[in-house]
């Protein structure tokens, strides 16, 4: 199975006429393809904190990723294109940007699906497509998931975080911003 068949059959990002049901994937990791500093678990999608001390109002980060599948990374990306965080009732992975509309170096945050609230129009700003190079494209913007060129140690030196933000597809370092879904061994 190719990358592109394994994401869109792994995330349900087939396009899906309305009224057809599909039956939902399992919860996995959003991981970047290349695994930069981190040989022995690479970088995955995540929400910044834990458990009681989850953090929405921060922007989302790659983080290493973690043994298992922990709430804070674990997405599914439904046959909209977004990429839900199951663990957390209706939340979404959504482009920081205004009037539906993100920009290059724009961070990326974790709201309510579908929110309408001053400011932010959220429907535009959180579906998501896997193009043929791996990298994932807020919806026909130009502008791909990549993560910073440096990573940082977290509270323990054994793990360590990237920022992650929108960059024009055609600019961003490929290693920094190719990805691939993988459910982690239970």
Not at 24 to 50: A, M, N
Not at 136 to 156: H, I, K, M, Q, Y
């Amino acid at each position: 199975m190719t990358l592109r068949t394994c994401f869109i059959l792994c995330l349900g990002l087939a396009s899906i006429a309305p009224g057809h049901a599909q039956t939902p994937s399992p919860p996995g990791h959003l991981k970047l393809i290349d695994t930069l500093d981190r040989p022995e678990d690479g970088y995955c999608l995540d929400i910044v904190g834990s458990g009681p001390y989850i953090r929405f109002d921060l922007p989302a980060t790659a983080h290493n990723c973690k043994p298992g599948l922990y709430a804070d990374e674990a997405v599914i990306v439904d046959s909209s294109g977004y990429i839900r965080f199951p663990a957390y009732d209706n939340k979404c992975l959504t482009a920081a940007g205004l009037n539906g509309r993100a920009l290059p170096g724009a961070g990326l945050v974790v709201r309510n699906c579908g929110e309408r609230s001053p400011f932010l129009e959220a429907q535009a700003l959180q579906v998501f497509h896997l193009k043929d190079s791996g990298q994932v494209e807020l919806n026909r913007s130009g502008l791909c998931l990549t993560v910073g060129p440096e990573s940082a140690s977290t509270f323990d030196e054994t793990h360590r975080w990237r920022s992650l933000y929108l960059d024009v597809c055609a600019n961003a370092d490929p290693s920094r911003s190719r990805w691939h879904f993988s459910v982690p061994p239970s």
